[in-house]
Every structure is written in structure tokens, then in C-alpha cells.
């Protein structure tokens, strides 16, 4: 499909798009000389407004399948300076400056697309030349809570990262995308978004990154933060925030550092239910796994048969019990403490397992452990 046909396909014909979208294409034509470069081309040139960096790894947001479908496409397709080019609206709200860190579907993100985003977004927000006012991560939406959980914990500054995805792919009929990269960058360049951590920004939607996950497969309104709510709205007219995050331990007030880490402890999930045996606990600690993450019955119960193997078994690395229910708080008992099995409070289980993962990087005592979940 070629880059015209796309952009119709958003909505934008190439009369509608001007001198805007010829701006970026050229902007893009120059990066692809220098991408062998750290610095990165503005796209835009308006003084008054602020500079965004926008961190591309894939996903549906960058897809491309036959026109009108709503599903069967591939994800990853379209780099993101062509994104940016398809939606010149962008420029009305911020100057940006676009960094290909990957192109795949996110369910393909590991632990070095992880490290790298945190890396980059930690370098660009911290240098004066250009100042950036905050960074927009654009990711498929399969994955893209745990991202921005990792975000929320590694990335030490007080301005905005904001991740952003979308449920249909540039190609379909009413995209999604182009609407949520917009506001994306409009929260990002937000001054009263600073010191929010890290943001998921669908639907018009703000959500903070501890509270979120995708709900639904397929609907537009597919995040949410259960009755805790989201931190806000992206509405035309400006952008409104209604409560603050739920832990202050975020970003700048974050005491995991990746700076120079290649790579991260591995943790895997098991899952309670009826009649479960400690079998799958076993395969990840033969296998070498540093850490466990069980997402347990109601409020983070074990079945009888799994709780019985931890206590015979005596692992030697850390088990954290989440609950079944979104937004319930584990109440803690002495009775889980003795069989060393420590609280994921009312993080979901993906999220314990990025906590659990960074934890390990710091520590290895169950004191310790039992601390970092209780605050963060």
C-alpha cells in the first residue's frame, strides 16, 4: 500500500495534509541519512510550542493490512516518522522529534526493548538542547501496560511519558490511532502532566501506569483502572487530571536505577485454581527463574496442593501472591509470611512481575521485598 493510500485511509488527503505533513516527510528523508546518529531531527519549527520525542516501537498504531478491515493486518509496518507525517495535527500542539526503537508487535517486546526505551527516554529528558517537555512511547496494545509500568519505575524525571497504542490498525475503517497519538503529545507537553509518572493515553483517556490494564480486545475504551478511575481526560479543550496517582513512588521518587543494565532478572506467572499442583512452581525454579509471581484465588490465595510444595520446598527465591479480583488490596497475614510468600498488595499480576523483576536488582531479602511491594 503506498504512503497516499494510507494517509486517506486516516482520514487525511493529500491536499489536506500541506505544507505540515511535507515537513516531516522531509524531516524523515533526513533522518534516514542520520539514524545511525543519537541526535534526532525536530519535525516542526514553531518557537512558542514544545518539543516531544516520540519513541516508536510498533504495534497496531503502526500496522498495515487491506483497507477497511478491522482485523488480519500485520502489526509493526509503518516506521514512526510516517506516523507523524499522517497526522500533521500533531504540529499544532508541539514541535517532535521521532526515535525508531523498534517495529514489532508487542507481544515480541523483551527485557532490551524495555532497557532501551528507559535508557533513551532518561537521556532525552534530561539534555537542554533540545529540551524535550516529555516523551511519547507509541506501542501495540497487547503488552503495553507492562511497558508502562516499567516506565513509571525507571525513568527519573518529573515531566510526562506518556504510552499510547490503538485497537485498529491505520489502515481500517475509523482508526483509532490518530486521534490517541494526538492527545498523546498534547499530554506529554502538558505542564500540569508533570510528576503524574508515567501516563497510558487511549481513548481520551488518561490513565495512570499502576492502575491500568487492557480489558477488552477489540473496543476503543479498551483500558481501564477499575474503580480506582483515570487520572483524567484529554478533552479538546485542554487537558484535565481529576485525582493523583496512587503511590508517589514514581519516576523521579523511583529508587530503581537501569542506567547501564543490559539485562533483567527473569520472573514468570503461575496461576491458582482448582486442584493446582505446585508442578508449574517447579518448572520455573528448575528452569532457573529468579523470582515467582502467582496470581492466586479471590484475595490472593494458593490452592492447598501449591501452598503445600512452597512450604517442602523452601525455594530459595522470592514468591509474590497477587489477587484474582482488579484493585484488591491483599490483607497480609503471619501465616503467608512464615511459608515466605510476600504480598503484591493491589498490584495486578503483570505488574508484580515488572516490580518483582527491578526488585531484584536491588535486593535479595524478604524484608526488603515486603518493603518495595508495600510502597510502591
Not at 501452598?307 to 501465616?335: C, F, K, L
Not at 510468600?341 to 495486578?348: P, R, V
Request: glycine residues 10%.
Amino acid at each position: 500500500m503506498s504512503k497516499h493510500n494510507r494517509r486517506a485511509v486516516l482520514g487525511y488527503s493529500a491536499a489536506a495534509i500541506g505544507a505540515g505533513a511535507a515537513g516531516c516527510l522531509s524531516t524523515a528523508e533526513a533522518s534516514s541519512e542520520t539514524e545511525e546518529s543519537d541526535e534526532l531531527e525536530i519535525i516542526g519549527d514553531d518557537p512558542d510550542l514544545p518539543t516531544v520525542a516520540i519513541l516508536a516501537t510498533g504495534g497496531t498504531i503502526a500496522a498495515e493490512g487491506d483497507d477497511g478491515d478491522l482485523t488480519g493486518y500485520s502489526a509493526g509496518e509503518v516506521e514512526g516518522v510516517e506516523l507523524v507525517s499522517g497526522v500533521p495535527q500533531i504540529l499544532d500542539h508541539a514541535n517532535v522529534a521521532v526515535d525508531q526503537i523498534a517495529n514489532v508487535g508487542s507481544s515480541s517486546i523483551t527485557e532490551d526493548e524495555l532497557l532501551d526505551l528507559a535508557h533513551r527516554a532518561n537521556e532525552l529528558l534530561s539534555q537542554d538542547d533540545p529540551e524535550f517537555a516529555g516523551v511519547v512511547i507509541t506501542h501495540g496494545t497487547w503488552t503495553l501496560e507492562e511497558t508502562t509500568w516499567f516506565m513509571n519505575l525507571t525513568v527519573d524525571s518529573r515531566k510526562p511519558v506518556v504510552s499510547v497504542g490503538a485497537q485498529r490498525p491505520p489502515t481500517a475503517i475509523s482508526p483509532d490511532g490518530p486521534l490517541n497519538l494526538v492527545n498523546a503529545v498534547r499530554v506529554a507537553a502538558a505542564e500540569n502532566a508533570r510528576e503524574k509518572g508515567a501516563m497510558l493515553v487511549m481513548n481520551e483517556e488518561i490513565n495512570a501506569a499502576r492502575d491500568v490494564t487492557k480489558s477488552n480486545a477489540y473496543r476503543v475504551n479498551a483500558f481501564r483502572s477499575g474503580e480506582l478511575g483515570v487520572l483524567g481526560y484529554a478533552d479538546a479543550d485542554e487537558i484535565v487530571f481529576n485525582r493523583e496517582p496512587t503511590s508517589s513512588r514514581h519516576t523521579y521518587n523511583s529508587e530503581f536505577d537501569v542506567s547501564g543494565m543490559e539485562e533483567l532478572p527473569n520472573v514468570g506467572i503461575v496461576m491458582s485454581h482448582q486442584e493446582a499442583s505446585g508442578v508449574a512452581l517447579d518448572a520455573l525454579v528448575e528452569e532457573g527463574y529468579d523470582g515467582v509471581v502467582v496470581h492466586g484465588h479471590g484475595s490472593g490465595g494458593l490452592a492447598p496442593d501449591m501452598r503445600e510444595t512452597v512450604r517442602e520446598e523452601e525455594y530459595d527465591i522470592p514468591i509474590v501472591r497477587t489477587a484474582q479480583s482488579m484493585n484488591s488490596r491483599i490483607q497480609d497475614s503471619e501465616g503467608y509470611r512464615d511459608d515466605g510468600i510476600i504480598s503484591g498488595e493491589d498490584l495486578a499480576p503483570l505488574h508484580a512481575r515488572i516490580l518483582l523483576r527491578l526488585a531484584l536488582t536491588e535486593t535479595d531479602e524478604f524484608d526488603e521485598f515486603v518493603r518495595i511491594f508495600g510502597e510502591y
